[in-house]
Antibody
Framework: QELLVESGGGVVQPGKSVRVTCEAS????????MHWVRQAPGKGLEWVAAIAYDAAKIYYAESVKGRATISRDNSKNTVSLQLSNLRSDDSGVYYC????????????WGQGTLVTVSS | SYVLTQPASVSVAPGKTATITCGGYDLGSKDVHWYQQRPGQAPVLVVSDDDYRPSGIPERISGTNSGNTATLTISRAEAGDEADYYC???????????FGGGTRLTVL
């Protein structure tokens, strides 16, 4: 069974950093581009970042550029997102998702991990 | 930046057909993907590349894309179709993925 499982969420103070990680299983992780998509409470989906299968191409949304770092470890089947200088509008569920290439559709999603930015 | 516009809500009677639109400049030249998100759940891809249904998606769900508008059509609507639906494209000018604002489908 193809699965994506996120972890690392929690309550974080404004101005601090958070690292969320996604572990993949059941498929050849090295063959796929990976993304982070977030959803603020009661709001729509917002794409955050993408990384190609070999990490040669990386893209960020303007809302996180300069504060976010996406990375992957193909030996461990994991992709991570580090977000620094957190603001209240960074709060939400962070989903990990998979695409054949980074410009394609999100064909598999994890269940998400909740990040709450609060003092 | 590229903008996708969806109606906030659509209602449909059980057994009837629901249409959800997604508007954007020259959208017909892009590949449009659609996601269904039921309450409390992660999104699920229901249509990719304008009109392709992934495995397991019923034939009642279909997509089209032409001009400035893409459309998701749900035929013979059921209570289980109640969800939020999002369209999405890749913007090759900014190298960003872009989502529409989402449409809440109510089956009543």
């Amino acid at each position: 069974q193809e699965l994506l499982v996120e972890s690392g969420g929690g309550v974080v103070q404004p101005g601090k950093s958070v690292r969320v990680t996604c572990e993949a299983s059941g498929f050849m992780f090295v063959n796929y581009g990976m993304h982070w998509v977030r959803q603020a409470p009661g709001k729509g989906l917002e794409w955050v970042a993408a990384i190609a299968y070999d990490a040669a191409k990386i893209y960020y949304a303007e809302s996180v550029k300069g504060r976010a770092t996406i990375s992957r470890d193909n030996s461990k089947n994991t992709v991570s997102l580090q977000l620094s200088n957190l603001r209240s509008d960074d709060s939400g569920v962070y989903y990990c998702s998979r695409s054949v290439i980074t410009t394609d559709s999100f064909e598999l999603w994890g269940q998400g991990t909740l990040v709450t930015v609060s003092s | 930046s590229y903008v996708l516009t969806q109606p906030a809500s659509v209602s449909v009677a059980p057994g009837k057909t629901a249409t959800i639109t997604c508007g954007g400049y020259d959208l017909g030249s892009k590949d449009v993907h659609w996601y269904q998100q039921r309450p409390g759940q992660a999104p699920v891809l229901v249509v990719s590349d304008d009109d392709y249904r992934p495995s397991g998606i019923p034939e009642r769900i279909s997509g089209t894309n032409s001009g400035n508008t893409a459309t998701l059509t749900i035929s013979r609507a059921e209570a289980g179709d109640e969800a939020d639906y999002y369209c999405q494209v890749w913007d090759d000018v900014t190298n960003h993925q872009v989502f529409g604002g989402g449409t809440r489908l109510t089956v009543l």
